[in-house]
């Protein structure tokens, strides 16, 4: 029992990143969230947003308001996950709103901290309502899809 009592968070977060026809917690889901509550209009499983932004979207390493946090994919997160950046408080505190980080809800103006080496963005940590503190995992990141169009390199 414990053991499946341990699972039950990753196999909620799993369904982050569906593509919004349902899943484990029905239509709340961090893609479809992203996509209408930002100037982001990408599609397909989260972490896919990043190389699906290539030639669309401006793609960065530093945060700015109304930019989408995409989160790789991982054992915890199959699918990845991405969050709206509604401000940034310094150059390594964002405050995000997302959808299913916390099963089946949205998290409005959550904490998530670069914790990477250089300051790039790519190793995150994210804050975890039901404990009152940043969560303790640390989760990998491509970094920010910003709301412009992608000039190149």
Not at 23 to 32: A, D, T
Not at 37 to 44: A, Q, R
Not at 103 to 117: E, I, L, N, Q, Y
């Amino acid at each position: 029992m414990r053991r499946g009592l341990v699972l039950l968070p990753t196999l909620l977060l799993a369904a982050c990143g569906s593509s919004g026809h349902g899943g484990w917690n029905g239509s709340v889901q961090c893609v479809p969230y992203a996509r209408s509550h930002s100037d982001i209009k990408l599609s397909g499983s989260a972490a896919s947003w990043w190389g699906g932004a290539a030639g669309q979207y401006a793609r960065s390493s530093v945060p700015h308001e109304g930019d989408v946090l995409v989160f790789r994919s991982t054992r915890q997160l199959p699918l990845g996950h991405v969050s709206v950046v509604r401000q940034v408080s310094s150059s390594r505190l964002v405050l995000v709103d997302h959808a299913n980080w916390e099963p089946g809800s949205v998290t409005r103006h959550a904490p998530v901290v670069d914790v990477s080496p250089g300051n790039d963005w790519s190793r995150v940590r994210v804050w975890w309502s039901p404990v009152h503190a940043m969560g303790k995992t640390v989760y990998p990141a491509y970094g920010f899809v910003e709301p412009r169009p992608d000039r190149g390199s």
